[in-house]
């Protein structure tokens, strides 16, 4: 009986094959597939059905393969996974220079949003190991840059960087879930017949004070902007706390 693999051995698989220390394919007569062929079919199976439709079987028939042959090349459904979101998310593009940490870090912000827009299903994928891919490491290398010039060390920035990319995963997920809805538009009115103001009272004045309507153009971008602001906000009086240490 074979023992199961580790999630340790799991990683490590994907670690080799994201940055090319495993050459897959190699092993019996050449097909004229290669892993970015299988890779970029995958991507293209997620665009037009979902994430939910990446399985070994449905990227094979997308691409007039056996789901056999393909194993030449990625060893199971994880490893695909792991190298979808990874290629999914592209390297980031050009970002400012020679600009405070604050303007610099709203811009890596903003391009990681535009860059998981571009592949909503991105937001579906599990979050089972942490990013080990080359785009995923440009792009927090791009944010850690940010906070070159500040006194905090450099675990706290990368801290920092992580924070605000959980919460654009988290937040951009989570309006992407509630946007499926299709009485999203009914929910204050639902709410004005149930809410009791003895019991309720501070939901109660939020409802009469229209904070639940969705009436901004943008809602889901006006949404993430403003607690990216606050959170920065934070940051801001964080990292003068460090600065007048120094």
């Known amino acids: 009986m074979e023992t199961p693999e580790t999630g340790a051995e799991a990683l490590a698989k994907s670690f080799a094959v994201l940055w090319g220390m495993d050459q897959p394919g190699t092993r019996g007569p050449k097909r004229g597939l290669s892993l970015d062929q299988v890779v970029d079919a995958a991507i293209e199976v997620a665009d037009a059905e979902g994430s939910a439709a990446l399985s070994m079987s449905r990227v094979a028939k997308h691409l007039g393969f056996t789901t056999m042959s393909l194993y030449r090349y990625v060893d199971s459904k994880d490893t695909l996974l792991a190298l979808v979101s990874d290629r999914a998310l592209g390297l980031p593009p050009e970002l400012p220079v020679g600009v405070d940490w604050r303007t610099g870090i709203e811009a890596w912000a903003w391009a990681v949003a535009a860059a998981i827009k571009r592949h909503p299903w991105f937001l579906e994928l599990p979050l089972a190991t942490p990013p080990v891919g080359p785009c995923n490491m440009a792009w927090l290398d791009a944010g850690l840059a940010m906070?070159?010039?500040?006194?905090?060390?450099?675990?706290?920035?990368?801290?920092?960087?992580?924070?605000?990319?959980?919460?654009?995963?988290?937040?951009?997920?989570?309006?992407?879930?509630?946007?499926?809805?299709?009485?999203?538009?009914?929910?204050?009115?639902?709410?004005?017949?149930?809410?009791?103001?003895?019991?309720?009272?501070?939901?109660?004045?939020?409802?009469?004070?229209?904070?639940?309507?969705?009436?901004?153009?943008?809602?889901?971008?006006?949404?993430?902007?403003?607690g990216l602001d606050r959170l920065l906000d934070g940051y801001e009086q964080f990292i003068r706390s460090y600065e007048q240490r120094s």
Do not use: C, H
Request: proline fraction near 6%.
């Open 147 to 226: 906070f070159a010039e500040t006194p905090i060390p450099e675990s706290t920035k990368l801290q920092l960087v992580m924070n605000i990319s959980l919460y654009l995963i988290g937040r951009m997920r989570v309006a992407r879930e509630v946007a499926t809805g299709d009485d999203n538009d009914e929910y204050p009115t639902l709410l004005s017949r149930v809410l009791d103001p003895q019991r309720f009272p501070a939901l109660t004045r939020a409802l009469a004070g229209q904070a639940f309507d969705e009436t901004e153009t943008d809602w889901e971008d006006v949404d993430v902007r403003f």
